[in-house]
């Protein structure tokens, strides 16, 4: 059972930039491939970005590609996801999410864990 926390969530403008990290216990979970979904309110769970688990291989939904930058730190079992120039149209609870599988990486049901969520709101 992996067990993963998201943080750094919060209150910021558009324009600004915010940084957030998902960890695990354990030293699997560098075995695992890591993505961030965002749901807004009334939204369905949306695609954000991936990243393998060597952290060689990443995707973007066409939306962030250019202003998010997922990237993994396996040492300390961490995997960030980095905003810049966010947009109100980003505000959304961000989850990340684990699986061993490394195709459809885009679709949620493909992932078997999860966090909690971490909120991001972006005002305008």
């Known amino acids: 059972q992996l067990q993963l926390r998201e943080s750094g969530g919060g209150l910021v403008q558009a324009g600004d930039s915010l940084s957030l990290s998902c960890t695990a216990p354990?030293?699997?979970?560098?075995?695992?491939?890591v993505a961030w979904f965002r749901q807004a309110l009334g939204k369905e769970r949306d695609f954000v970005a991936h990243?393998?688990?060597?952290?060689?291989?990443?995707n973007y939904v066409d939306s962030v590609q250019g202003r998010f930058i997922i990237s993994r730190d396996n040492a300390e079992n961490t995997v960030h996801l980095q905003m810049n120039s966010l947009k109100p149209e980003d505000t959304a609870v961000y989850y990340c999410?684990?699986?061993?599988?490394?195709?459809?990486?885009?679709?949620?049901?493909?992932?078997?864990?999860w966090g909690q969520g971490t909120q991001v709101t972006v005002s305008s």
């Open positions: 999410a684990a699986s061993f599988n490394s195709r459809d990486v885009y679709s949620d049901d493909k992932y078997d864990y």
């Open positions: 354990g030293r699997t979970f560098q075995l695992y491939n």
């Open positions: 990243i393998s688990s060597g952290g060689r291989w990443t």
